[in-house]
């Protein structure tokens, strides 16, 4: 079995209204998959479903070979799911829901002790263990939520906004944690911030309006930015319109723009279809004699293609 993660053209309809439209994917053991879409896209609707949390009015989903509609409990076995929200019992502490989790799992004994405090203390939940979850920050509501889906070590894991409410050293190392178990796991992360795209995943899908509109590496999409192998470049001394003239005249420019900090004002030089213009533009400007404090190759830029995708649907 190639594929833990199966999406044969799930449909969800709420009434009249066509939330999720037929969309269809694999994930692979080793796989990261990134969900992004701009709010009401079908993100967490898809998801659920994907868990069988929802049931789909069209199409069906297997976890592991297993359909979640029709094989649920075995399904539920191998997944690990984090909902929006995190919701949990709010008079519980962490660990008696930890070790409620635990219980319906089937673990007893001494193996539900063992799993509770290595879930606990790979989501640091130590010093807030007997508190009730009610007063707890939304990071460790978060925390707690995540540590429930990791409790039983299953190979699929479904996170929803993993991070969201996490401070940024928190965000850190829910992101290392989720890079460690990659290699062994199918991973789905819905997500809004871009830059963990880049960071955790090794694929992203693009979705709107209920269709998946793009599907590739961090770096394929990165690829669709205008920004792709820009050069920006800056001077010690103000590069001045004569320089940016030169440059836009250069073969292969698409087009010169002024950019970067406040501090820091440069060029950015736009490549036409990705063509390599760092020689040619730190040559230029050489020149033209400005001594040059900045040059680097862009890479593009996620914020932008997924603006320009999601605004074209």
């Given at each position: 079995m190639t594929h833990l993660i199966e999406i044969h053209g799930l449909v969800k309809r709420f009434g009249p209204v066509e939330a999720v439209k037929g969309i269809s994917f694999t994930v692979d053991r080793g796989e990261v998959l990134g969900f992004l879409g701009p709010n009401g896209a079908g993100k967490s609707t898809t998801m659920k479903m994907a868990?069988?949390?929802?049931?789909?009015?069209?199409?069906?989903?297997?976890?592991?070979?297993?359909?979640?509609?029709?094989?649920?409990?075995?399904a539920k076995r191998k997944l690990g799911y984090l909902p929006e929200g995190a919701p949990a019992y709010p008079d519980m502490t962490p660990a008696g829901f930890l070790s409620f989790i635990a219980q319906v799992r089937g673990y007893r004994g001494a193996e539900a002790k063992r799993r509770v405090e290595d879930a606990a203390a790979r989501l640091e939940l130590g010093r807030v263990m007997y508190q009730p979850i009610e007063t707890l920050s939304k990071g460790f509501k978060r925390r707690v939520g995540l540590a429930q889906a990791l409790l039983h070590d299953p190979e699929v894991l479904i996170l929803d906004e993993p991070t969201d409410g996490l401070d940024p050293n928190q965000k850190h190392q829910v992101r290392e944690l989720i890079q460690g178990m990659a290699?062994?796991?199918?991973?789905?992360?819905s997500t809004h911030i871009l830059e963990e795209v880049d960071a955790v995943c090794t694929r992203a899908m693009v979705i709107a309006h209920g269709t998946v509109l793009a599907d590739g590496t961090p770096g394929e999409l990165e690829a669709r930015s205008r920004y792709h192998n820009a050069v920006f470049v800056r001077?010690?001394?103000?590069?001045?319109?004569?320089?940016?003239?030169?440059?836009?005249?250069?073969?292969?420019?698409?087009?010169?723009e002024w950019g970067g900090r406040a501090d820091a004002?440069?060029?950015?030089?736009?490549?036409?279809?990705?063509?390599?213009?760092?020689?040619?533009?730190?040559?230029?400007?050489?020149?033209?004699?400005?001594?040059?404090?900045?040059?680097?190759?862009?890479?593009?830029?996620?914020?932008?293609?997924f603006r320009d995708i999601t605004a074209a649907a």
């Open positions: 868990a069988g949390f929802l049931a789909p009015s069209a199409g069906r989903a297997v976890i592991c070979g297993h359909d979640v509609v029709k094989e649920p409990l075995q290699r062994d796991k199918a991973i789905i992360i001077g010690l001394e103000p590069l001045g319109d004569a320089v940016a003239g030169d440059l836009a005249g250069l073969p292969g420019v698409a087009a010169v004002i440069g060029l950015y030089v736009l490549a036409q279809d990705g063509v390599d213009l760092l020689t040619a533009v730190r040559d230029l400007v050489t020149r033209h004699g400005v001594t040059i404090a900045e040059l680097r190759l862009e890479r593009g830029r996620l914020d932008g293609v």
